[in-house]
């Protein structure tokens, strides 16, 4: 026993070094795979064993354990045509309370945030947990007090409505929106079997053990299983742009029992099936369940489930059972949690609130104390200003406090927050508005989809973007090709004469051409049709038997249907050029060349994997000759040639030259093989194909043998289509010192093409690998645990660089590799016993020691990752899954505090843009789940470039110069108070008159900030395009931070001061032109109102850079409005109708007449004024800003020629070269050959082409 006990304690301890360990010598990772599962947990991989269990004992063994209790990973239960099983007791969840509600999700989706009923109490809750409302509430609260109060009720009041009121309309339009964007998915119909048939019904009653009908073209409305379908063997093909934004489509297949037997409707209203399978989770490409039904249980993976969003495509009907609906399906699982986005001005402007409060209660806290003082040295000594209340100078004082805090409230400014929501209203407009971000071709204008993060597309550091759909159209375009060591694709006539300047190849002459392809080479149609070099011809029927494509017929026209867009842009090549790929059956494949119909015996599919890299196909010619035919990669191309094959090095010479131009290559050759030497090869063959273990790595092997000593014919080169002006852009931000990270699900050489394509990689760059930070990484970890020691907390923080500065470096990582360096790889447990439970004390502090000691270990790894990818200029991140996508967006968020957006275009980029502080979604051809899931969209990636060059930076520019001139404006207007104060014996007595502290900030001097907001731009859109330098002032902060208020805060003090002494001064001793003394207390208030409105309005004048007719007319028009509201509010009318809210009768009228008067405005303004133009003219003269430089030169610039982007040095003669992109998985090899997807019975095939029926049109059999 004791024995027992030291070997758990040993394995204990050898398992937890092990984790600790950083290189895990018997698992490097795998370049070529996605990593496992987002969700997928250690007892699934502990599962995954190697060993397999014949067929007919796993049948037996199901069938007689077939309800056995589920496994923990097993437990959510499925009852199909029975709605009542899922409203038994024991699957419901207590909500609220007593409130309980069913585990099983409706299929209704809710987006929207309110409902008629709690829209007015929600929306107010919400308002007033803004710290600034809710002071505004208390404030009001405080003014009905009569002992403290100094101001009316309403000039709180009306501010706080105005407020609450505009912010609440832009929530209830923006929740209509959503309200009208569910029901428009909600209300979307499908059949569902009711009362023994199907009948339509909405997607929002559709129920968990429904049974479904789906048509061809429908979207899918849950997670379903496929019980049948009109295709053979029930497969149903789905095309998953919504989920991953690829367009090639896949293929699910039922189960043969349900393929069987479930066929009619009612059949179909009586299956009772029951399901048993793993609980709602992200997983889009794994799941695990059992069918039981007939007495037997049935396996159920990912193959069998069509998942919501997918899109049925040509299958004219399938049936489906719902096992996830709503908010349970994968596609919803999988767009993360809905996070509250704000900007980092938004934070910065409530800690300076919060500054303001403490300033406020400070100041107010002092005057108080003033006041307290006063009292018991002169109040209680003067009779006359005796008010009847016995109280303490220290009540007064503190009575004083509150009086104070009403007055100075304008310090924190009510109608801050509203004006602030509309700008970024508006300039939310001028974004769906901007016709240069418009996409005529799709009709799709650009969308600002919320409103509150327009100043923070200004201040990017890091841009996420997706490849497959965002950078790329995700179509392959066949560009060129070298036959025979000949290259074609060039502009030539058929005299092969190089043209600038050449007309398309006209295939009229081919009657299956498709009209798509635009080729200039006519010296390789006159190969072709000539026929002289028989190596061409053989070049493109290897393209058109060579594949595992399926064609249908629609309209009489061939359609093909491709596990990867490379291979149907390989065979629409093939048929352009004369060799049209029409039909194939289980054993032949047959082929038009050039108008010759022949037909092949296909006597094996040698399919492709990503080992592999290569896919061949042998045939039987109809003379009898057996040829393999072989595409592949050149890597494992070439290490398979005949040694006597021929252009060899003139082959070599030209993939060079296409990798130079970034296209994708893929290397064609051939062999004639012998009668016997096939027989005998077969026979392994057959042998391998039904091995019971390990059949892949047997097939491999048998591959192998035949795939030798064969001929080269040439190599191909594809274009994966970049979405017009990507490199322009790219090239734009990285000026703008943007930096640019790729995450795709793609493979790494695709990957690296595209970085290449787009210029984010050039010949200068040096590569980095997973494996190569691997190192770098471990080493620094080494260091940093060798300085480690007592004294390191006390040590200063070194920040050493991974690599010598100068130097051009970009990082393209894996997402196993991924795992593996940010230590996020899921370990098997050790099948030894260990000791679950810690039994002493010390066991469980040694644990949680140890614990923490890993995950500070983990943190640190992970810093030294970021801080590693961020010294490089371009990080490309590929075959990584959704939930690595939003993770390396939150470490870079976490460790650079650096503002991310992110731009994707399908479901597995939801969580990604979710995660970074911006998302963008790209919409088009693709689904909406990005869309939907965004802050802004638009149709194309080079829009991205005027979204943040233009558009983000003015709106921050904006924000800026708003938010610096609102603080100063409510600082000089409210520190008039308190240096009034000192005169009045801090009695907390207003120096203006209550209305115009009311409509001050609501309509005085509104108008102008806010249009300064809206308008205001330092320079023109082009040149901020042409100057993307000017882009960094916001990745800085350099235009509003703490700085910048105290700025404003002085400047608000130095002008209260001027505004409230010259006046003061002039007032001490003056006679007016009728020898009375216009110093009262009133005309003292009107003149220093009126100087304060003229010299903030002329401020903003001075602060606007765009001069247009409505800042003008908004800035006199504000000084006339206060001027005639004001005589009104003055006037003897007005007085007798209101008596007590209007009692400054005559006053403005009365002083305003005496030109000494006007003198004192006009002195007090310029004394304001005078000494800011000073400084701004020395500032621009003597340290002009890159935007004064450009506003200086402008008229210049603006006749300069156009600015063209610096072209970057392409690559020369490489070695580098893309891998063809076949698929992700395999192909339908298996499918073929089997004979799954070829219909029962046929029309003979000069009847399908003569009648332009579907070839592979099914009859079904009763």
């Known amino acids: 026993m004791p024995s027992d006990l030291c070997l758990q304690f040993a394995s204990s301890m050898n398992s937890e070094r092990d984790s600790e360990t950083t290189f895990e010598e018997d698992s490097q990772p795998n370049d070529e795979v996605v990593p496992y599962s987002d969700d997928e947990t250690e ?72 409902n008629a009923f709690s829209f007015l109490p929600m ?90 009908r789906l048509k061809k073209n429908d979207f899918i409305p849950a997670d379903i299983l496929l019980l049948s379908s009109s295709e053979p063997n029930s497969l149903c093909y789905v095309e998953t742009a919504e989920l991953d934004g690829e367009t090639n489509l896949k293929f699910k297949m039922a189960l043969e029992i349900t393929h069987q037997y479930l066929q009619r409707e009612n059949a179909l209203t009586t299956f009772d099936g029951f399901i ?69 001005i938004d934070y910065l402007m409530n800690y300076m609130v919060y500054t303001i409060f403490v300033v406020l209660i400070l100041v107010s806290a002092g005057l108080a104390i003033g006041h307290a003082y006063w009292e018991a040295q002169i109040g209680n000594n003067s009779w006359y200003l005796y008010d009847g209340e016995d109280y303490t100078p220290s009540y007064r004082g503190f009575l ?90 060039d502009h030539r006539d058929a005299s092969q004469n190089n043209h600038s300047k050449i007309e398309p190849v006209d295939f009229s002459w081919n009657m299956f051409a498709d009209g798509k392809l635009a080729f200039y080479d006519h010296y390789l149609i006159e190969q072709i049709r000539s026929g002289k070099e028989s190596e061409v011809r053989q070049f493109f029927f290897l393209l058109a038997v060579c594949h595992t494509v399926m064609v249908d017929r629609i309209d009489g026209q061939l359609n093909y249907q491709a596990a990867s867009p490379d291979e149907g842009a390989l065979v629409s090549a093939a048929r352009n050029f004369g060799f049209a790929f029409l039909a194939r059956t289980q054993n032949t494949i047959t082929i038009s060349e050039l108008g010759t119909e022949r037909t092949y ?71 004639e093989i012998e009668e016997k030497e096939y027989e005998e090869w077969n ?113 200063p923080p070194v920040h050493e660089p991974f690599f010598p500065s100068g130097e051009n470096r970009a990082l393209i990582i894996t997402g196993s590799w991924l795992n593996e360096i940010l230590q996020e790889k899921k370990t098997k447990r050790s099948k030894i016993l260990k000791l679950k439970f810690p039994r002493t004390e010390e066991e469980r502090r040694m644990r949680t020691q140890s614990k923490r000691r890993l995950e500070a270990r983990k943190e640190q790894r992970q810093k030294n990752f970021v801080d590693l990818a961020c010294e490089c200029s371009a990080v490309i991140c590929c075959r990584v899954t959704p939930k690595q996508k939003a993770m390396v967006v939150d470490l870079v968020k976490r460790y650079k505090k650096a503002i991310t957006l992110a731009i994707g275009d399908g479901a597995n980029d939801v969580n990604m843009i979710k995660t970074a502080h ?40 904006r924000m800026c110069k708003f938010l610096r001139y609102f603080f100063y404006k409510n600082f000089a207007f409210t520190l008039v108070h308190f240096w009034y104060s000192f005169f009045n014996g801090y009695s907390a007595q207003t120096a203006y008159e209550d209305w115009f502290i009311t409509l001050y900030n609501v309509l005085y001097s509104s108008l102008p900030v806010l249009l300064m907001g809206l308008l205001d731009q330092d320079v023109s859109d082009k040149l901020s ?199 992700h998985q395999r192909g339908y090899a298996d499918l073929i050959s089997s004979g799954r997807s070829i219909r029962k019975k046929r029309s003979p095939l000069d009847a399908i082409i003569a009648d332009g029926t579907a070839e592979y049109r099914r009859t079904v059999e009763s």
């Not at 409302?133 to 009306?158: C, K």
């Not at 059949?695 to 001929?711: F, G, P, S, T």
């Not at 004192?1160 to 004064?1188: G, H, Q, Y």
Request: aromatic share 12%; with cysteine.
């Open 400 to 489: 004083n406090f509150w009086g104070y805090i009403i007055i100075l409230n304008t310090m924190v400014p009510i109608s801050l927050y509203v004006s602030v929501e509309v700008i970024r209203l508006g300039q939310s407009y001028f974004i769906n508005w901007d016709l240069q971000m418009y996409y005529p071709d799709k009709d799709t204008p650009a969308k600002a989809r919320t409103t509150t993060l327009n100043e923070q597309l200004g201040q990017i550091h890091y841009i996420f973007s997706d490849k497959t759909g965002t950078l790329t159209q995700n179509i392959m375009t066949f560009k060129k090709c070298c036959i025979n060591g000949q290259i074609y694709g």
């Open 276 to 344: 048993e399978c793993e609980e709602p989770n992200n997983r889009l490409d794994k799941f695990t369940g059992t069918l039981f039904w007939r007495n037997t249980s049935f396996p159920l993976d990912a193959d069998k489930i069509l998942l919501r969003g997918c899109v049925i495509r040509n299958t004219d009907f399938c049936h489906g059972m719902v096992i996830f609906a709503g908010a349970d399906t994968k596609i919803m699982k999988n767009s993360g949690k809905t996070r509250f986005k704000r900007t980092k």
């Open 1025 to 1223: 395009l042409r100057f993307p330098g000017l882009y960094v002032v916001g990745q800085r902060d350099l235009l509003f931070n703490y700085k910048k208020f105290f700025v404003s805060l002085v400047h608000g003090i130095l002008t209260s001061m001027i505004l409230f002494f010259i006046p003061l001064g002039a007032y001490l001793q003056t006679v007016g032109q009728d020898g009375e003394a216009p110093s009262d207390y009133q005309s003292f208030a009107v003149t220093i109102a009126s100087a304060l409105i003229i010299t903030v309005n002329f401020q903003i004048g001075l602060d606007t850079s765009y001069w247009t007719f409505v800042n003008a007319f908004s800035i006199f028009g504000s000084i006339a409005l206060y001027f005639g509201i004001m005589f009104d509010f003055h006037s003897a009318g007005i007085h007798v109708l209101f008596p007590s809210a209007f009692q400054f009768t005559g006053t403005a009228s009365n002083a305003l007449r005496q030109p000494y008067i006007w003198l004192t405005i006009i002195l007090t303004v310029a004394v304001c004024l005078l000494p800011v133009v000073a400084i701004r003219f020395l500032s621009m003269t003597i340290w002009p800003s890159e935007s004064d430089k450009i506003q200086k030169h402008r008229k210049r610039l603006k006749a300069e020629e156009q600015w063209k982007r610096r072209q970057v040095f392409r690559r020369g003669v490489s070695s580098r070269r893309s891998a063809y992109a076949f698929s």
């Open 918 to 957: 911006i998302g963008v979604g790209i919409s088009g051809q693709e689904g909406m789940q990005a869309v939907m899931s965004s802050d802004y969209s638009f149709a194309q990636f080079r829009y991205l470039q005027r979204l943040l060059l233009v558009h983000g930076r003015w709106s921050y520019i």
């Open 601 to 671: 015996d296909v006597l094996a599919i040698l399919d492709f994997n990503s080992d592999r890299k290569r896919m061949s196909i042998i045939v039987r010619t109809p003379e009898g000759n057996i040829r393999l035919y072989c595409k592949g990669a050149d890597t494992v191309i070439y290490e398979r040639l005949h040694q006597m094959s021929p252009t060899k090095q003139e082959t070599q010479d030209a993939l060079d030259i296409f990798a130079s131009e970034t296209l994708r290559t893929l290397c064609l050759c051939y062999k």
């Open 123 to 212: 929306n107010l809750f919400e308002q007033f947990k803004r710290a600034a409302n809710f002071y505004f509430l208390i404030l009001l609260i405080l003014q009905a007090i009569p002992q403290i109060s100094t101001l009316a009720w309403y000039t709180t009041l009306f501010p706080l409505l105005v407020v609450l009121g505009i912010t609440a309309m832009k929530d209830l339009v923006d929740d209509v929106a959503r309200h009208k964007m569910d029901n428009e998915i909600n209300n979307r119909t499908c059949e569902v079997i009711k009362d023994g048939r199907f009948k339509v019904t909405k997607w929002k009653e559709i129920q968990v053990g429904d049974i479904i």
């Open 683 to 795: 026979k392994k063959f057959m042998a391998a194909s039904i091995a019971s273990t390990n059949r892949d790595e047997a097939l491999d092997k048998v591959y192998e043998e035949i795939e030798k000593d064969l001929i080269l014919l040439g190599a191909t080169a594809i274009e994966d289509k970049l979405q017009d002006g990507v490199p322009e852009t790219i090239s734009k931000l990285a000026k703008a010192d943007i930096k640019i990270w790729v995450l795709t699900g793609d493979k790494k050489e695709t990957a690296e093409n595209i970085g290449f394509a787009c210029e984010l990689l050039t010949e200068d760059t040096t590569i980095c690998y997973g494996e190569d930070i691997n190192a770098l990484l471990h080493t620094r970890m080494e260091n940093q645990r060798n300085r480690g020691g007592v004294y390191a907390k006390f040590a």
């Open 43 to 114: 007892d699934e991989l502990e599962d995954q064993g190697p060993a397999v269990e014949p067929e007919q004992n796993r049948v037996n063994r199901e069938a007689e354990e077939q309800r056995e209790p589920p496994r923990k990973d097993c437990t959510w239960q499925v009852k199909a045509n029975d709605r009542s099983f899922h409203e038994q007791p024991h699957f419901m969840n207590t909500k609220f309370f007593c409130i309980k509600e069913s585990k099983y999700a409706n299929n209704a989706i809710k987006t929207y945030k309110y």
